[in-house]
Nanobody, 125 residues
Framework: QGQLVESGGGMMQAGDSLRLSCVAS????????MGWFRQAPGKEREFVAV????????YYAESVKGRFTISRDNAKKTVYLQMNSLKPEDTAVYYC??????????????????WGKGALVTVSS
């Protein structure tokens, strides 16, 4: 059984930086693409960022491009989301995801099929 466990959420102020981590276990290997999605209160889950199995290819939502950076450490089976210049509209539960080794940008979930339980990030103005 595969599992994704997020950590690093918290309460921040606008302009702050925060790094989320997600550790994969079980059958989820370094061959999997990994990503981050988020769901704000009262809204549907949305794509944030995704990275391919090697870390050589990344995709970002327009709303976070230039502020957020996704990276991975395959030896640790961990994916990170470095979030800079946080805004109140970044407030959401952030979900780690895993799936196709090469993300599929033409699909809604970019080829991601497994999800963690989420980490809450709250940004106040």
């Amino acid at each position: 059984q595969g599992q994704l466990v997020e950590s690093g959420g918290g309460m921040m102020q606008a302009g702050d930086s925060l790094r989320l981590s997600c550790v994969a276990s079980g059958f989820i290997s370094s061959a999997y693409g990994m990503g981050w999605f988020r769901q704000a209160p009262g809204k549907e889950r949305e794509f944030v960022a995704v990275i391919n199995w090697s870390g050589g290819s990344t995709y970002y939502a327009e709303s976070v491009k230039g502020r957020f950076t996704i990276s991975r450490d395959n030896a640790k089976k961990t994916v990170y989301l470095q979030m800079n210049s946080l805004k109140p509209e970044d407030t959401a539960v952030y979900y780690c995801a895993a799936g196709d080794g090469t993300p599929q940008p033409m699909t809604m979930n970019y080829g991601m099929r497994m999800w963690g339980k989420g980490a809450l990030v709250t940004v106040s103005s």
